[in-house]
């Protein structure tokens, strides 16, 4: 009874998560390192602003760069670009692409971010995250806006 009882948890649980193979995939989440599902439950953080779940990720000592704009250190300056200026919250972000080798893992997606004037920002992005003891110690955020491929030809 307990078992099954965990099981229908662990499956509804599942289901709120987006895996990297799509929304709600219950297989590749079970098939997923802890690591893994870190990166993920941070991620599902970002995509409703959920501020305490993102930093119950990361740990006290937490570095964050993105190279050529800002590096941070530490959760109060973390929890400082989880919503830049000029942005509003709740981006719609898709993982294409989860991979680990150790205690890194690579995510690779895209992201819309929704501007505080009603405009949007796409972006594809590339986050390594250096884990440690289960948390996110280190993050390196490689972003790029998404231009629309030139049609016709060159």
């Not at 993920?40 to 119950?56: A, K, N």
């Not at 937490?62 to 200026?85: C, L, Q």
């Not at 895209?110 to 289960?134: H, I, Q, S, Y």
Request: aromatic share 8%; charged share 30%.
């Amino acid at each position: 009874m307990i078992l099954a009882v965990e099981l229908r948890f662990s499956v509804r649980v599942a289901r709120l998560m987006r895996g990297p193979l799509g929304a709600h995939s219950t297989i590749a989440y079970f098939q997923m390192t802890d690591n893994k599902r870190i990166v993920q439950r941070y991620m599902e953080g970002f995509r409703t602003t959920d501020r305490e779940s993102i930093l119950s990720c990361v740990t006290d000592d937490v570095e964050w760069t993105i190279p050529g704009t800002f590096v941070s250190r530490g959760k109060a300056a973390f929890n400082d670009h989880i919503v830049d200026r000029g942005f509003a919250g709740h981006p719609v972000i898709d993982v294409r692409r989860l991979v680990e080798e150790d205690n890194d893992v690579v995510a690779e997606g895209t992201v819309l971010a929704r501007r505080e004037d009603g405009t949007t920002l796409p972006l594809v992005f590339c986050d390594v995250f250096e884990m440690e003891r289960g948390k996110i110690r280190r993050l390196t955020s490689y972003l790029m806006e998404a231009k629309s491929p030139a049609r016709g030809g060159a």
